[in-house]
């Protein structure tokens, strides 16, 4: 179970123009290891332990975790579309092709990914910690982010489609490699996302 640690500054964020992130906080309970093969669509894993395994090619659209973990699995060309994350961790999966376009993200931690090629077209997600690893040819085109933390990976920014996003589109600089993307506050709608750049520049990035 995810509790969502209490660690924005909003008050402070605010003078900045910066609504900074909630943090997810994962409490897994004690996990059941996956005996199966591949995922089903629709299917119900709760409480699951996914060590290894290969999900490569696996067709799980509509698929709901709900207290899972995901370790070292391969997840090449995996169907995920409209799947479900919630109060999980994804740590040291791979793979090139994973489709979560339509999914929904909450309260997720997503450490030591090596991934490329990842659609999040259309996808939900809510206070979600990606930290460490790589991520290439990210596409968030119509997604909305809430809380969702970039932490020290390595991203191809220059190959990111943030246009869509949430209400307005959002273009990281070239030169950022990590950052975090906060809730907007009330405004009229702009080219601009509150958006804070951990380390020395903590402006909102526009639209290109």
Request: hydrophobic fraction near 35%; charge should be neutral.
């Amino acid at each position: 179970m995810a509790r969502t640690g209490n660690r924005s500054s909003r008050s402070a964020g605010a003078q900045g123009g910066v609504v900074r992130a909630r943090l997810p906080e994962v409490r897994l309970p004690s996990l059941v290891a996956y005996g199966a093969e591949g995922l089903e669509p629709d299917g119900d894993y709760d409480g699951v332990l996914f060590e290894e395994t290969d999900l490569a090619d696996a067709s799980g659209p509509g698929a709901r975790f709900l207290d899972c973990e995901l370790r070292g699995c391969a997840l090449d060309r995996a169907e995920l579309t409209r799947s479900r994350f919630i109060d999980s961790v994804l740590k040291g999966v791979r793979g090139v092709g994973t489709d979560l376009s339509g999914a929904s993200l909450r309260d997720v931690e997503v450490l030591d990914a090596r991934l490329g090629g990842v659609q999040l077209h259309g996808a939900v997600l809510e206070r979600v910690l990606v930290r460490g690893g790589k991520i290439d040819y990210l596409n968030l085109r119509k997604a909305r982010l809430k809380d969702v933390v970039f932490e020290g990976c390595v991203l191809s920014v220059g190959l990111i489609r943030f246009d869509g996003h949430s209400r307005s589109g959002v273009q990281p600089r070239e030169d950022v490699h990590h950052g975090e993307y906060g809730e907007e506050e009330a405004s009229p709608p702009s080219s601009f996302v509150h958006a804070g750049v951990q380390g020395r520049d903590r402006r909102a990035v526009p639209t290109r």
